[in-house]
Every structure is written in C-alpha cells, then in structure tokens.
C-alpha cells in the first residue's frame, strides 16, 4: 500500500520544481528567430540576468547545463598551461577544476572540508605566497550542493583585495543565484556562472555566464578558446550568433516568465523566503538529531545554506537510500542522494527555487513518516519545530 497518488514532488537540488506559467510558457509556437521579437526576447533576458548577477558587465547565455558553463568561463579567459587556484568546500568547485585540468590549465587544490565553509584567511595566505603570480584564476561555489555548505563570496573577495593577487576571481551560483544575495561588482567577483535549473526555475538546458571588463581584457590573450563557448564569436550584428546558431527559444520563454515571476516578488522577499524555509528544514533536522543517527553536515549553523541542507546518516545499520526509496515510492517525495565523498552516507533536502511552506512541511512530515516506518531513531517533533519557526517567523 502507498500514499503517493498525485504529482510527485521533487525535494532534490536540481532540476527543482517549476512553476505552471514557467511550463505553459513553453506551450507555444516557435518564434521567428530573426525577428524583432526574438531580439527583444534575448535583450531584455541578457540584461535581467546582469541584474541578476548584480554586474554591469555582460551576461551570456548557452546552450547547456552548468558543467557547460564551466567550461565556458574557463574557455574564455585561461591559456593553456594557466594555473587554477580551486577553494575546495565540497564536490562542485572541485569538479570545476576537474574541467579546467581536461582543457589544459594546472590545478592546485586548497584543501578544505565537506563540514565546513572556505577559510578566508587560508586563501589570503595562499595568495600571498605566490609571489610571482603564478595563479591566474581563483574558483569556488557561493553554494555545494553536495555538502549543503554557503561560502562567504564577499569575505574571500575582500581576502584576493588584501593580498595585491591579480588573479581573476571566478564563483559558481548554480544553486545560489536568485535565492540569496549575490553582487557580482560590489563583491570584486570576475566572472559568475550559473544554470537554469534551480532557484532559476526553468527546464535544464540553459547556462549563464557574466564577466566584467577585467575578465574581458584577459578573453583577448586566452588560448583555450573555442569557438562555441567563445565570447567574441557570440558578438557581430547576426543575432543568431548569441546563441552560436539556433536559439533556445522555448527555454527563452520559460526563463522569461521565471524572471518576471521573481521580479513580480521582489529579490529580497525571495531571499527572506529562502531563509526563513531553510531555517525551518534546519529546527527539524536539529530535533531529529536527538536520536544519535541523523545529524547536520555542516557544523557551524552559520555556514549552512538556504537553498540545501545535507542530512548524514551514522551507523552501518541505517542505509539512507532506503528512507530516500521509501520517501518515493511510498509517498511520492524525491530526495536528493549523497553524493561525492557522502556517497551512501547521507541525503539531501533540496528548498530552492519554486517553493513554499506546504511544499517545505509536507516534504519534512514524509521524511519523519520514513523515518518512523523503517524504524530509524529520531528525536520526535521534527516537523513541529518547522511548524513553531514558521509560526513564530512569518508575521500575520
């Protein structure tokens, strides 16, 4: 016997629920992609996404996942032979300069923890050992989706500033932008990238990219570009060259009508709606935690983020897939797995993008449903702890 009947709810980093005008956008003839209408459609999506980002400099957008994007911004402005200075905090920035070391760049890792944000003085130190500006670039996600950790992009900005190092500073939002602060200039940020499919709420398919003039004057020297990802392939007066051929014209739609629905909110209220829900994820996991199995990931409450929290699971008795599976097939909830180095030893709540309070609490009751059926120790009253926050949070 299941429970599940309805739509089955996604509780995963990515791709994250979409809302219905995002997916009736899409329902739509294609559009003439030399008229003016596609024009206006590409103008005024490249600049909102400089909003976005918060950056006066240009926007980009491809035809691909993040990983795609990655690689854009590494095309762009390394030559071969280039060092890559990787803030290690979890799997992504890693696995950027897993990228960046196939392409031809020397990667140098600066150990770090999947329990902990980037120490900002570890980076400035580093930095300022490099005497001969042998780094070129400096890469890291504002948040892991692995690790469930939020790194200080500010902080680590003002550390490169301190230090006198040239090197461009490059930042991953995939599972950040639009779901909290982020400013690009004022924050002394290079390049930012992005994806499509999480607090963007679009269909997977489209990657972002912004650079600043300095990151421009750098494009001109760099050899690692191809002609795809190459930001001066994509300039010239055929409009079709923004997008190195045939645009995306449906995801255009549904990104379009995700932007609008995020201006129509307000910025700042979806960054308080974020917060204020991940918190709640957080109070619930903090009380299931009495029961010595479960427990938070990251350990200091400051450095946990508000789009994903990663939940580990001790002790060889207690398999999280099995609470993953029975969360699916019994109650129609998707988990994230643990993935990377927690591979089998956690699960993970995804509370980005499309989301509200009956989506965050239903997704916790299944979990607590889970944990009861399959006899796992928890403390009690997880859910109601959301409840209480929320009550107490949200005024009437």
Known sequence: MTVRAGREFLALPGPTTMPDEVLQAMHRPALDIYSKDMIDLSDGLHSDLSKLFATKGKSYIYISNGHGAWEAVLSNVLSRGDKVLVLESGRFAMGWGSAARMMGAEVEVLKGDWRRAVRVDEVEARLRK????????????????????????????????????????????????????????????????????????????????????????????????????????????????????TAPVHLLFALRQAIDMLFAEGLPNAYRRHELLGEAVRRAVAVWAEGQVLGLNILEPAERSNTVTTV?????????????????????????????????????????GHVNAPMVLGTLGVIETGLKALEIPHGKGGTEAAIEWLGESVSA
């Open 130 to 245: 490099d005497k001969e500006h042998s780094i070129k670039a400096i890469v890291v996600a504002q948040i892991d989706t692995a690790s469930g950790v939020v790194n200080d992009i500010e902080a680590i900005g003002k550390a490169i500033k301190r230090s006198g190092h040239p090197a461009l500073y490059m930042v991953d939002t995939v599972a950040s932008l639009a779901c909290m602060p982020f400013q690009m200039d004022a924050w002394g940020v290079d390049v930012a990238m992005s994806g499509s499919q999480k607090g963007l709420m679009t269909p997977p398919g489209l990657g972002f990219v912004a650079a600043n003039d300095r990151a421009q004057d750098t494009h001109k020297k760099a050899d690692m570009r191809t002609p795809y990802w190459c930001w001066t392939e994509r300039e010239g007066t055929e409009h079709y060259r923004r997008y190195a051929g």
């Open 312 to 352: 580990l699971v001790q002790g060889e008795e207690y398999d999280p897939i099995k609470l993953q599976r029975f969360c699916k097939e019994k109650c129609g909830v998707v988990l994230g797995t643990g993935i990377g180095d927690l591979q089998g030893q956690a699960f993970r709540i995804a509370h980005m």
